[in-house]
């Protein structure tokens, strides 16, 4: 950790110096001009100074630009919108340090997230915090415990890691690809594959807060799931990645399958999905442990 003078701190108080890190923070935007600034301002607050924090601009038509300059980010503005993850590139690429953590424009971080997660960095490529939901859940690894990470984890029973509590070396996401393209879920797809250049850790206790808005692409549900289908497809091309791994990868769109079509009276796709679980048994255990994370998440939220 490097020192820098704490700006309005007198000489000779023990918070006289603040710390600094070897970390840039990558935040993609569009249209966030009513949100961003709380989270850098939460950037602001953090124990330990990143040495940068680069806001990437995805062609905003709001004063999303002009919010972030007054925070004091380095903003990088790109004319045509391309999504989220070229944005993310654009960000990571330009940085230089070793780790970049990752914030979206509409979340924020606990004042000690980057003091908890490089504590923990040695020996990991990737380091996440979970986070506390404004809907009164936990979000993230819901275990109670630190989890050790690799990338068949991220799908079953999956959700272990959010992107704004997640910090990650630069080298891995270079080794990695960088974001692709993806409309959906491409923090998924780029986590699989860092995973596949060095160690992750999921840890136990939250370290961003997750707010709940209208506009997040969560929200599309049909999208999402074509979008996890793909990247699950083109998992089962590497030789880490089992037919049976990729039918754990789906337990949870089955489930919810499911139960849905018993909620509209659907017969035939309760059937149909109950036919799909009982020809696979060696997903029962991962539904029992997606649906005791459902109910963790909700306990600890």
Not at 59 to 67: G, L, N, P, R, Y
Not at 81 to 86: I, Q, W
Not at 160 to 183: D, H
Request: glycine share 8%; proline share 4%.
């Amino acid at each position: 950790m490097d020192e820098e003078p704490h700006a309005g701190v007198g000489e000779g108080s023990p918070a006289a110096v603040r710390r600094s890190c070897d970390v840039t923070v990558v935040m993609p935007a569009m249209n966030r001009a009513h949100m961003i600034g709380r989270a850098l301002d939460s950037v602001a607050a953090q124990t330990l100074t990143p040495r940068e924090v680069i806001v990437v601009d995805d062609a905003s038509t709001d004063d999303t630009v002009a919010v972030a300059r007054a925070h004091g980010a380095t903003v990088i503005e790109l004319p045509v919108n391309g999504g989220s993850g070229p944005a993310r590139n654009r960000g990571i690429e330009a940085a230089r340090t070793r780790w970049i953590a990752f914030l979206d424009s509409d979340d924020a971080w606990l004042p000690d997230h980057l003091e908890r997660t490089l504590a923990r960095a040695e020996g990991y490529v990737l380091v996440a915090g979970p986070g506390s939901s404004s809907g009164g859940r936990q979000l993230g690894n819901v275990w109670r415990r630190d989890l050790e990470l690799n990338a068949v984890d991220l799908f079953a029973p999956g959700d272990l890691v959010c992107t704004s509590g997640t910090i990650v070396t630069k080298e891995a996401l270079l080794a990695g690809g960088l974001f692709r393209p993806l409309r959906r879920a491409q923090d998924l797809d780029m986590w699989v594959r860092v995973l596949q250049h060095g160690r992750g850790l999921a840890l136990a206790e939250p370290t961003f807060r997750y707010f709940l808005h209208d506009q997040q692409a969560i929200n599309d549900t049909d999208l999402m799931r074509r979008c996890y289908e793909q990247i699950v497809a083109d998992c089962t091309e590497q030789p880490w990645f089992s037919r049976h791994d990729a039918d754990r990868a789906m337990v949870k769109w089955h489930w919810d399958d499911l139960r849905a079509a018993q909620r509209t009276g659907d017969r035939g796709e309760v059937v149909r999905n109950a036919r799909w679980f009982a020809a696979r048994p060696h997903v029962w255990r991962s539904l029992a442990k997606v649906l005791q994370g459902r109910r963790l998440s909700r306990s600890l939220g």
